[in-house]
Nanobody, 124 residues
């Protein structure tokens, strides 16, 4: 199984980025997906999650109204649209896949597979 996150980079505060997570080696539509992030010196943090068919999503309070998660099961890809970025959003962003049943899984230990991470840096 491979999860390949991409799209990170350097952006000014208030700007936007779109991350992608391309999956292979698994039946994508059988997995709930999530985005997590880890900032320097901080713990792993749940950001957003989406159910297997995309009908349910969950957002961390810190990104509500700014970030949007989506998935295209035909393309085996998940997306994270980030708008109105803030310096506090600076982190390595990871995508993850879970086979655990449920609408949206927010607990990182319940995820089976993880991507390598992509760095997002937001300058003030």
């Amino acid at each position: 199984v491979q999860l390949q996150a991409s799209g990170g980079g350097l952006v000014q505060a208030g700007g936007s980025l779109r991350l992608s997570c391309a999956a292979s080696g698994l039946t994508f539509s059988s997995y709930g997906m999530g985005w997590f992030r880890q900032a320097p010196g901080k713990e792993h943090e749940f950001v957003l999650g989406i159910s297997r068919r995309g009908g349910s999503t969950s957002y961390a309070d810190s990104v509500k109204g700014r970030f949007t998660i989506s998935r295209d099961n035909a393309k085996y890809t998940m997306y994270l649209q980030m708008n109105s970025l803030k310096p506090d959003d600076t982190a390595v962003y990871y995508c993850a896949a879970t086979s655990r049943l449920g609408l949206v899984i927010t607990e990182p230990t319940w995820y089976d597979f993880w991507g390598q991470g992509t760095l997002v840096t937001v300058s003030s």
